[in-house]
């Protein structure tokens, strides 16, 4: 065989097992790509999105719709979730078999309800909240919320729409984390990775708040909450300091609390 076929034959080989070791390196699901039903369209018929798995959830807080190229691993490691966790929320029976168009559940039941305007299907209504009164600065863009600081620390990280979907606001541990604005507690746990013990409540059909890393939750599910009341202790739970991470979501999408809140 001459030099240079050889030297071909054997690169092909290296990254042929290279592959095959990565495929057996790791107990997760293999990241195949997703399965695009509309490629081959020559050989058979386009499948309706609307007849694949969650096409009714497509477009709601906490629901994503998978895309040509992705992942089950991808998708759960971007939405800051385990993989195996999606697939029990998905009922899913082959993790490596997802497809495009699909919609799946990105966050947990509790947390998709707390940031949906009305329960996920199944889920048992909740008594809506009493609308306040309008009364919200012009920096919020006319909306019917008048928004407090929740706690009293200096501002330790900025509202960042890629990496920091809120503000990082700085204190020791125990110090009084309040509710913004009145409101109904719609979360209170730990089921969400990356935000430890966890508050979310919800002002009316548009506003949301969350208050994260709590070091004590002070309030319960479907309580009711004033402006101003302490319904947590400020901790470090899957947290690196002491500090409230604090959101705004304006129809289930962050934006920056800086523009909602007073000036100090």
Known sequence: MPLTSRKTWIATGCVAAAAVLSACSTTAPAP???????????????????????????????YYTVKSGENLMQI???????????????????????????????????????????PAPGATPAAPAPSPAPSSPPSAGGDDVDFIWPASGPVVAGFDEAK???????????????????????????????YGNLIILKHNNTFLTAYAHNQTLLVKEDQNVKKGQKIAE???????????????????????????????
Request: glycine share 12%; hydrophobic share 40%.
């Open 164 to 194: 920091n979907k809120g503000l990082g606001i700085g204190g020791k541990a125990g110090d009084p984390v309040q509710a913004a604005a009145d409101g109904r507690v719609v979360y209170a746990g730990s089921g969400l990775r990356g």
């Open 76 to 118: 759960a490691r971007e939405h800051n979730q385990n993989w195996r966790d999606v697939v029990r929320w998905n009922n899913l029976d082959n993790p490596n078999r997802i497809e495009v168009g699909q919609v799946l559940r990105v966050v947990p039941p509790a947390a998709a309800v707390a940031a949906a305007p009305r």
């Open 234 to 264: 400020m901790g470090s739970t899957d947290a690196d300091r002491v500090k409230l991470h604090f959101e705004i979501r304006r129809s289930g999408k962050p934006v920056d609390p800086a523009r909602y809140l007073p000036a100090r």
């Open 32 to 62: 195949a790509p997703v399965e695009d039903r509309n490629v081959g369209a020559a050989v058979r018929p386009t499948i309706d999105p609307a007849t694949l798995p969650g096409a009714e959830n497509a477009g709601k807080p906490g």
